[in-house]
T-cell receptor, first 111, second 119 residues
Framework: DAKTTQPTSMDCAEGRAANLPCNHSTISGNEYVYWYRQIHSQGPQYIIHGLKNNETNEMASLIITEDRKSSTLILPHATLRDTAVYYCIVRGEDGANNLFFGTGTRLTVIP | ETGVTQTPRHLVMGMTNKKSLKCEQHLGHNAMYWYKQSAKKPLELMFVYNFKEQTENNSVPSRFSPECPNSSHLFLHLHTLQPEDSALYLC??????????????????FGEGSWLTVV
């Protein structure tokens, strides 16, 4: 699976949009971009995933660049409960059973 | 509530004890996983089961012994552990294991984890 690069930490004001970037410049054509988050002392929570097109669900939006070498997770209205470590993972069909989480981005939502 | 339930949530055991962690998924999935998360380290895959059969053992020491009696239940039997085995142990499940799996819909869902302290 392709390696991803994320900033170590970010702050976001409560109520504002949180934009979390991820670089995956070596991604291949059949690899998907997944986002998980882990709130302290809990298991990772699935957020969203995509291949080429932008995706949106009740939790977040995922914007993938046209060359697929980077993506951005958007939390439209961050709340204090969104404070967590966010992991960007690139995962192919043949790597399905080993999610490499890396160190992620620690997002702190500030009141 | 993710549909993956782990018990106990917290466990303290001595190095000579034998204990087990239990995981149950209510999602109708066919693949189950054990991950380990040590302090300030990324998650590490330990074991993968697909349709009750173990398909991956990621060089895990034999003091960790998994058991998968059916597609909904997964156990991790622990014996003669070391203090460095203290960690958060996470169970997960997904609809399919790899190879020939459809690319979409194979999201992995995690339980809340079991915090293990070996004294």
């Amino acid at each position: 699976d392709a390696k991803t690069t994320q900033p170590t930490s970010m702050d976001c004001a409560e109520g504002r949009a949180a934009n979390l970037p991820c670089n995956h410049s070596t991604i291949s054509g059949n690899e998907y971009v997944y986002w998980y988050r882990q709130i302290h002392s809990q298991g990772p929570q699935y957020i969203i995933h995509g291949l080429k097109n932008n995706e949106t669900n009740e939790m977040a939006s995922l914007i993938i660049t046209e060359d697929r070498k980077s993506s951005t997770l958007i939390l439209p209205h961050a709340t204090l409960r969104d404070t967590a470590v966010y992991y960007c993972i690139v995962r192919g069909e043949d790597g399905a059973n080993n999610l490499f989480f890396g160190t992620g981005t620690r997002l702190t939502v500030i009141p | 509530e993710t549909g993956v339930t782990q018990t106990p949530r917290h466990l303290v055991m001595g190095m000579t004890n034998k204990k087990s962690l239990k995981c149950e998924q209510h999602l109708g999935h066919n693949a189950m996983y054990w991950y380990k998360q040590s302090a300030k380290k990324p998650l590490e895959l330990m074991f993968v089961y697909n349709f009750k059969e173990q398909t991956e053992n990621n060089s895990v020491p034999s003091r960790f012994s998994p058991e998968c009696p059916n597609s909904s239940h997964l156990f991790l039997h622990l014996h003669t552990l070391q203090p460095e085995d203290s960690a958060l142990y996470l169970c997960a499940s997904s609809p399919y294991e790899r190879l020939n799996s459809p690319p979409l819909g194979n999201t992995i869902y995690f339980g809340e984890g079991s915090w293990l302290t070996v004294v």
